[in-house]
């Protein structure tokens, strides 16, 4: 099932805190989508991406801004919705 306006992302076992790779696949990812015309307003990351970027930017979170990523709202992902496939990113 397909979400518009989100997008998902499961880190590989390790890589969870390159925060680097996260964001160059969310601009390409952005960059899709609004080429093909879809409006984008959220990210939906596994737990372990959640926590590293909660810990980055805790100091805004501290302040009562959301936690965003390239202006997207990020929320970590239900287990039962989770991507299959570790790594892979996918418009939801």
Avoid: C, Q
Wanted: hydrophobic residues 45%.
């Amino acid at each position: 099932m397909t979400t518009p306006g989100v997008l998902h992302y499961s880190a590989e076992f390790g890589d969870e805190s390159s925060l680097a790779a996260l964001f160059d696949v969310v601009r390409a990812l952005l960059v899709g989508a609004i080429e093909n015309g879809e409006v984008v307003d959220e990210l939906v990351v596994d737990s372990r991406v959640h926590e590293v970027l909660a810990t980055t930017k805790a100091k805004e979170l501290s302040r009562g801004r959301p936690l965003t990523v390239l202006g997207l709202a990020v929320r970590p992902v239900r287990a039962e919705l989770a991507p299959p496939t570790p790594g892979r990113w996918s418009e939801a």
